[in-house]
């Protein structure tokens, strides 16, 4: 059975985390997409062979984890930090799914000594570096960036109402999702991310909100500024970012390899987890 418990942070604050898999295990930080919580986890019937021990946390502003007032990338790789030294991790390896992609570059580039490697799945790079990913942006969405790095505060309540849709009904990303998707077509990942979305709408649209400022908001760190090796996979089919994103990230890493997946979508992650947690390890 999954291990959970809370970390505290200065300032009263806490972080929740879950632990999975064989306790002996080579330390691994997973950290969730955008919505999401710590009772995500890619193979939540512990299919795969037990190589690992994998810690999964709420991101501020989720489940049971405090918000944070001014959300940022390098903060939560600060949190991230703690709940390695409350689990006796002096090295581990991070994985980010999706929107968790930003948060364990950011782990990279903040905790050269102590992350020996990382894994971005499904996900994307700085606008601020990336013309192309800037290009890519609607003007809805250019115009909220913006508004973010002018005044976070009074952008956070803007993006307040957008988000309320997360607190009204968390599992509507199952209802957009294609059939062919392995978060849809598998029962249990499908009852997980479940789970997770409503455990992470606990305190309404807060984690959200805070994922969207700190994305928004200047990341803190450059690409070339990780040290660590790194792996991006992706689908290609996949309609977001993450294929236009990937081969601008690797150029701009030291050291970065790319794994391409020419049918599979955004939800590789469940599909090619073992492969992701093998090549992590190494």
């Known amino acids: 059975m999954p ?14 985390w879950r632990e999975w898999g064989d306790s002996s295990g080579r330390p691994v930080v997973f950290v969730h997409g955008t ?5 995500f986890f890619p193979d939540p019937t ?38 390695a030294d409350d689990r006796g991790f002096a090295k581990f390896s991070v994985v980010g799914f999706s929107g968790g992609g930003p948060y364990a570059l950011a782990c990279g580039a903040r905790l050269p000594d102590r992350v020996s ?7 994307w790079g700085p606008i601020d570096e990336i013309e192309l990913a800037y290009a890519s942006l609607t003007a809805d969405e250019r115009d909220l960036m913006s508004a973010v790095r002018s005044d976070p505060g009074g952008a956070t309540e803007r993006l307040w109402e957008f988000g309320q849709w997360f607190a009204d009904n968390p599992l509507r990303f199952l209802e957009t999702a294609s059939e062919d998707e392995p978060v849809v077509r598998d ?27 700190a994305d928004a908001l200047p990341w803190g760190f450059r690409l070339a500024d990780i040290s660590v090796p790194v792996d991006v996979w992706i689908g290609e089919q ?23 997946d020419p049918d599979a979508g955004h939800w590789l992650l469940i599909s090619h987890w073992r492969d992701i947690l093998e090549q992590s390890l190494c």
């Open 3 to 16: 291990r959970e418990g809370q970390v505290e942070l200065p300032g009263g604050r806490v972080v929740a």
């Open 35 to 39: 919505p999401g919580s710590r009772l």
């Open 46 to 83: 512990l299919r795969s062979p037990s190589v690992a021990r994998v810690v999964t946390f709420d991101r501020p502003g989720y489940g049971q984890s405090t918000p944070l007032p001014t959300p940022s990338l390098l903060e939560v790789a600060d949190i991230v930090a703690r709940i």
């Open 117 to 123: 490697r990382v894994a971005a799945v499904s996900s």
């Open 187 to 213: 029962a249990d990942a499908r009852a997980n991310f479940m789970a997770a979305n409503l455990e992470g709408a606990r305190q309404g649209q807060a984690g959200l909100v805070s994922d969207w400022v």
């Open 238 to 260: 996949d309609p977001g970012r993450a294929p236009l994103d990937a081969y601008e990230i690797a150029r701009r890493i030291p050291s970065c390899t790319v794994h391409a």
